[in-house]
């Protein structure tokens, strides 16, 4: 049985920083495209980053150069580094892991077959 559990999520000023947990179990996320979404109340959900491994990750233009995709694989736990946050950040942060056999990385999220139960993250002005 697949699962996904975020953490670190919370509330801050704009400016800080949080860095988000996902630790996976019954998959290795140094196995298969990962990715972090989010959503605003009211708006669709929308990509943030995602990738193979921290090399070769991909990010929204709205998050690039301020957060950072990474793993650890010995704890088999995806992390996502939020640094100088703004409002616009507010948002429920949730983990996907894409395991299809080919190894297909996607920003899609309608293709992401596991997903976490979400962690809430409030940037205040």
């Known amino acids: 049985q697949v699962q996904l559990v975020e953490s670190g999520g919370g509330s801050v000023q704009a400016g800080g920083s949080l860095r988000l947990s996902c630790a996976a179990s019954g998959i290795a996320v140094s196995a298969y495209c990962m990715g972090w979404f989010r959503q605003a109340p009211g708006k669709d959900r929308e990509w943030v980053a995602y990738?193979?491994?921290?090399?070769?990750?991909t990010y929204a233009d709205s998050v690039r150069g301020r957060f950072t995709i990474s793993r650890d694989n010995a704890k088999n736990t995806l992390y996502l580094q939020m640094n100088s946050l703004k409002p616009e950040d507010t948002a429920m942060y949730f983990c996907?892991?894409?395991?299809?056999?080919?190894?297909?990385?996607?920003?899609?999220?309608?293709?992401?077959?596991?997903w976490g139960q979400g962690t809430q993250v409030t940037v205040s002005s």
């Open positions: 996907a892991a894409l395991t299809v056999p080919d190894g297909y990385c996607s920003a899609a999220s309608h293709l992401y077959n596991y």
């Open positions: 990738g193979h491994s921290d090399v070769d990750a």
